[in-house]
C-alpha cells in the first residue's frame, strides 16, 4: 500500500434543522484506523459540532453504523484501508432511516417494525415453574441459534431496497428476530408471530434479492430466515402445523 | 384480500401456468415445422373443448398472477398506495382477462 500522510473525509452534515451538505476534511492517516477513528478525529479535531453515535468500538453494540462510500457498515469494526477509494472516504447517515443530524439515523422505525413483526417473547411457564430444558442439537434450536446474534444495528435495513421502496416493510432485522422466537421452543405463542409477519409489509413483501445477508456485519442470514417465515405461513395456510 | 392471500394467489397461479407455458410453447414448436395457416390452427381449435379448458385456465391464471405482480410494482415504483393502487391493478387485471377470454371464445367456439 502507498504510503499516505492524510486521507480526503468527506461527510454529510445537516438534517431537519439544516440543509444537506457534504463536508470535505485532511485526516491524518495512520496505519491500524477505522471509519469511526476517523469521525471521531473530525469531531475531537476539526469541528466538535458534528454529529455521529458510537458506544463500544468492538462491534457489539450496534450504534455505529454508518454508509461508507455508498455501503451500510459497522464502522468500528471496518478498516479505512479496505474501504479506500483511491485516497478518499465518504461518509454518510444511514440510508432508509430519517437523519436527525449529519450522521446520526433517526432508529425509531427500525425499533417500531421490530415490535410490529411480534419480535418479542411469549412465555410458556411461570416463574413458579422449573426451567424447560432445551436440547441445543434440536434443528429449531439451531435455526435459531442462527439469527440470534443480530447487534440491532440496522445495516441490514439500510441495504433493502425493498424497505427503499415500500416504506411499510418491516425489513430483514425484525423478520430475522421473528424467525428466531419462532423457533423458540420457549415461545408459546406461534400464531401470533405469523400473523404479524403476513400483514402489510410483511415477510411475503420480500423479494429475496438478499442484499440483508450479503451485507450483515455478524454475518448473519436474514434472507433464510424470512424465506422460512414465507415456508411457514404457507405450510400454515394448507392446514400444515409444526 | 390480505397481503398474505395475494401472496399465495400469486404463487399458485405461477404453479398452474407452469405446465401451460411449456405446453404452450412445445405444440408451437411442434405444429409450426413445415409452415402453418391460421385456417390450419383453427381447423385444430374451433370446437375442441381441450383447448377451451386449456387457454381458458391460462387466462385466468395470466389476469390473476399478472395483476398481483403489477401491483407491487405499482408501489414500489410508481409509489401508488391504498385504494388508488388497488383499484388500478383489479382493473389491470379484469383488462387482461377480458381480452383472454375474447380471444379464447375466438379460436375455440
Known amino acids: ?242 | 384480500m390480505s397481503e398474505f392471500h395475494l401472496y399465495m394467489a400469486q404463487r399458485l397461479s405461477a404453479l398452474v401456468m407452469a405446465p401451460f407455458v411449456v405446453v404452450h410453447i412445445g405444440v408451437m414448436i411442434y405444429a409450426i415445422q413445415g409452415g402453418l395457416s391460421a385456417a390450419e390452427i383453427l381447423g385444430r381449435t374451433q370446437g375442441s373443448a381441450f383447448w377451451f379448458v386449456f387457454y381458458g385456465l391460462f387466462v385466468v391464471a395470466v389476469s390473476i398472477h399478472a395483476a398481483i405482480g403489477l401491483r407491487t410494482i405499482l408501489g414500489e415504483w410508481a409509489g401508488l398506495r391504498g385504494g388508488q393502487r388497488d383499484v388500478i391493478s383489479a382493473l389491470i387485471g379484469l383488462g387482461l382477462l377480458l381480452l383472454g377470454a375474447q380471444a379464447v371464445w375466438a379460436v375455440t367456439a
Open chain 1, 1 to 242: 500500500m502507498p504510503e499516505r500522510d492524510h486521507l480526503t473525509v468527506t461527510v454529510q452534515r445537516g438534517g431537519p434543522d439544516a440543509p444537506l451538505r457534504p463536508q470535505t476534511f485532511e485526516v491524518p492517516a495512520y496505519d491500524n484506523q477505522t471509519v469511526l477513528d476517523v469521525v471521531s478525529w473530525i469531531q475531537q479535531n476539526a469541528d466538535p459540532t458534528l454529529t455521529y453515535r458510537f458506544a463500544c468500538r468492538v462491534g457489539m453494540c450496534g450504534s455505529c453504523a454508518m454508509m461508507v462510500n455508498g455501503v451500510p457498515r459497522w464502522t468500528c469494526r471496518t478498516h479505512v484501508s479496505k474501504v479506500l477509494d483511491g485516497n478518499a472516504i465518504e461518509v454518510g447517515p444511514l440510508r432508509n432511516l430519517p437523519v436527525i443530524k449529519d450522521l446520526a439515523a433517526d432508529m425509531d422505525p427500525f425499533f417500531d417494525k421490530w415490535v410490529a413483526a411480534e419480535g418479542m417473547h411469549h412465555p410458556t411457564r411461570t416463574r413458579d415453574d422449573a426451567i424447560e430444558a432445551i436440547d441445543p442439537v434440536a434443528m429449531e434450536r439451531q435455526e435459531a441459534n442462527a439469527g440470534i446474534e443480530c447487534i440491532n444495528c440496522s445495516v441490514c435495513y439500510s441495504a433493502c431496497d425493498t424497505v427503499a421502496g415500500n416504506p411499510d416493510y418491516l425489513g430483514p432485522a425484525a423478520l430475522q428476530r421473528a424467525w428466531t422466537l419462532y423457533n423458540d421452543a420457549k415461545d408459546a405463542d406461534r400464531d401470533a408471530i405469523l400473523d404479524a409477519v403476513s400483514g402489510k409489509g410483511g415477510c411475503h413483501s420480500c423479494h429475496s434479492m438478499g442484499s440483508c445477508t450479503a451485507y450483515c456485519p455478524n454475518e448473519l442470514d436474514p434472507l433464510s430466515a424470512i424465506a422460512g417465515l414465507k415456508r411457514a405461513t404457507a405450510k400454515r395456510f394448507f392446514g400444515g402445523r409444526k
